[in-house]
């Protein structure tokens, strides 16, 4: 039982191009999230998909597209990075209601 | 809107007691959650309050006063290994919001 996982655990990209992070649970969680995490700022929600099928905006969607390919994934893609995109990224999931998250171990990325 | 205020830093001393504080305006939520996060690593689940009071997990508890929209996180016998980021967070409609959290220092 792996709980959240997240590829890549680094990532440098120069401005303009384009990546996904993908995110997976194994404990048959229906909610997935996807955070970023910058100094002082806490974490911003970024996307959300309360179920397979369904995804919603949080705090901070611009220049984000997500997509909930079955029950255990959850990808984030930037199409055209920005250096203001440089920031940790976190998967989480939680089983439903929001009482309890897992997070992923993070994914750091670089935008130059 | 949702939002979460906490101090951004508290200092301790090593065996001592401390109070994270969050207060919070929001329309209406389902629970008030505790979360630690040490440096370079992910956050980490610590409580919940769903409904008004005090609950305990053994070092740690954390209280909900709905009526006053407020909440705090309780450490005791604080330990060195308590160095860390704590985030409060609340819960409604599948969403879950996050404080800026609060860096505990801890003095030997």
């Known amino acids: 039982n792996a709980g959240v996982t997240q590829t890549p655990k680094f990532q440098v990209l120069k401005t303009g191009q384009s990546m996904t992070l993908q995110c997976a649970q194994d404990m048959n969680h229906n909610s997935m999230y996807w955070y970023r995490q910058d100094p002082g700022m806490g974490l911003r929600l970024i996307y959300y998909?309360?179920?397979?099928?369904?995804?919603d905006k949080g705090e901070v969607p611009n220049g984000y597209n997500v997509s909930r390919l079955n029950k255990r994934e959850f990808s984030l893609r930037l199409e055209s990075a920005a250096p203001s995109q440089t920031s940790v990224y976190f998967c989480?999931?939680?089983?439903?209601?929001?009482?309890?998250?897992?997070f992923g171990p993070g994914t750091r990325l670089l935008v130059l | 809107g949702q939002s979460l205020e906490q101090p951004s830093e508290v200092t301790a001393v090593e065996g001592a007691i401390v109070q994270i504080n969050c207060t919070y305006q929001t329309s209406g939520f389902y629970g008030l959650s505790w979360y630690q996060q040490h440096d370079g690593g992910a956050p980490t689940f610590l409580s919940y309050n769903a409904l008004d009071g005090l609950e305990e997990t053994g070092r740690f508890s954390s209280f909900l006063s709905r009526s006053d929209s407020y909440g705090y996180l309780l450490l005791q016998e604080l330990q060195m290994k308590d160095s860390a980021s704590y985030f409060c967070a609340v819960s409604r409609d599948d969403k879950i919001i996050f404080g800026k959290g609060t860096r505990l220092h801890i003095l030997p």
């Open positions: 989480a999931s939680t089983l439903g209601g929001g009482e309890t998250q897992y």
């Open positions: 998909s309360a179920s397979e099928g369904t995804t």
